[in-house]
């Protein structure tokens, strides 16, 4: 009797584990960033500009697709890697933009970190298609 399942090896395991524990840290920063930031803003009675809040609604529709993609990934890699690596340029792109004088920090904090994760899970996913069963 034949296995047909797929057995993955060592470095893709580790490709894949790195991927899901980096996003899945990057992800629960930036969901527990941006809650407290709306609620402690609430709290104080804090109200926006018209600007700050038509920024704080792109940042967070670029972070739930990258979340979105990072929770897709766990089950789907290659298509949530790719989810992952597209909202993750939209996120650095927004950050250089909107960013004041430390336009690359942002970047470093913001997106890449998903970028990566997205990428990881694509090479995890590339390799994983690669194998024979």
Do not use: C
């Amino acid at each position: 009797m034949e296995n047909n399942k797929k057995t993955i090896d060592k470095t893709t395991k580790a490709i894949h584990w790195t991927a899901r524990v980096l996003g899945s840290v990057s992800g629960a920063f930036w969901v527990l960033a941006l809650t407290l930031s709306t609620i402690v803003e609430y709290k104080k009675g804090v109200e926006p500009t018209p600007e700050a809040k038509l920024e704080g609604t792109i940042l967070g529709f670029l972070v739930a697709i990258v979340v979105i993609g990072v929770i897709i990934a766990w089950f789907r890699e290659g298509i949530g890697g790719f989810i992952t690596v597209i909202g993750a340029i939209a996120l650095s792109i927004f950050a250089y933009i909107s960013a004041g004088h430390n336009k690359i920090f942002a970047m470093l904090t913001s997106g890449i970190p998903f970028l990566i994760t997205g990428i990881l899970f694509l090479i995890s996913w590339w390799r994983t298609k690669l194998q024979i069963p």
